[in-house]
């Protein structure tokens, strides 16, 4: 069977089963995981506490616990990713076995949170070589051990990055001269026409 | 199949006939112990006091009887195998069967420990990709150029890397389509293999399809 949620395939295995232990919960108590494990997801931080609290009723074990957070995770963030709209997801959840009160606290969570959730996986999106930081200085050469009289503007750029590979941030000063800024400036500003024209 | 002892061995061994049946028993649970956690100095310094023997054999004994279980868990000989090797050294039946039953408690832990002494590779950890269109450079405009960029992340032991690879489509749904053949093979070959071998994934990126990013900030 294909969900759209699924991106199209079949719903994994964990996933169908994990449904009965999210069905041992009271609908409401799963609404407010839900708000729990959506705050992860967007990096506010999850507060174990209150998930304890909440799975405390229905005697989840730490197992039980660990597999509805991640159920929850799986389905909130496969569902952004895929753009599924809240009443497909809502139906679908029901075939694979939730109840009816469970999926619709589920989908309104979803509905809140969507497109803050497609945001954030927006953002943590592959980008390689990530410019962190730019800083500029423009100085005026008066004289060198080469030349009395230089007389001559230049441009130092520091630029911070993101090594590909490493994720560490990298730092490269390059200084440029006046002539050689100008085919730089032209050039980016050729690109930006055509970020516009996309944007 | 017969385990070949050295004299040297056998030497070091002698010791164990030397000394109560509890001290034999002792020395094996502080083998065992020295295969799980790495030797222990202190002991070689304590024991022979309290046995009034040489320090020296105290520690040939301990070494000779982890090597015994090593050798004899690395070839998992058989009972009859592991007493007849043994029945050169000329021990006491009653110190024969202890040996006897000390290899065949600690077995299958041992083993476990000599598989992880073997080498092993960098292993998949996880993938991130993504899908771009070039559609402009400096040099050329109006383009339409897809490829798929693919970050591989690998962990071996504690460490992590990541390998950036860049690809065309087309290259790109090859390599997917030998990936998941080979990756039914390998399922294949894992099913019809004694479970002894060990069930961790090797990675199945073959890199004559793919060439690195080094064009990416062309």
Known sequence: ???????DLDCPDWVLAEMSTLARMSSVKM???????IKDLLDEGIDYDKVSKLTSDAK?????????IAVLSFILSSAAKHDVDSDSLSSELQQLGLPKEHTTGLCKSYEDKHSALQEKLREISLRLGRLEAVNWRVDYTLSSSELKQVN??????????????TDSTQTTVVSITADKFRVLLTELKQAQTMMNALQ | MLLVLSEEHKEHLGFLSEVDPAVVGESGRIAVEFLKKGSNPK???GAPRKLNVWSGSVQHG???????LTESCKLTISEEDFQDSVLVLGFSEELTELLLQL??????????????????????HSLEWRLDVQLSSRPLRHQLKPTVTLKLHLEDGARRSARVLQTDPPRCSISL??????????????????STTSNRSTPLYDTTAVHSGSDLFA
Request: hydrophobic share 35%; glycine share 4%.
């Open chain 1, 31 to 37: 609404k407010l995981l839900c708000v729990q494990v």
């Open chain 2, 103 to 124: 290899y065949l408690e600690n077995r299958k832990e041992i083993r476990q420990i000599l598989s992880k002494l073997a080498p092993s590779l960098p292993h998949y």
């Open chain 1, 60 to 68: 989840f074990e730490s197992g039980d616990i660990k597999a509805s």
């Open chain 1, 152 to 165: 001559e503007p230049t441009v130092q750029l520091k630029l911070q990055a993101q090594d590909p590979e």
């Open chain 2, 43 to 45: 002991i070689y310094e």
């Open chain 2, 62 to 68: 301990l070494e000779g009887l982890m090597y015994l």
């Open chain 1, 1 to 7: 069977m294909r969900f759209r949620f699924c991106g």
């Open chain 2, 177 to 194: 389509t030998s990936w998941s053949e080979r990756s039914q093979s390998s399922r294949a070959a894992t099913a019809a293999a004694s």
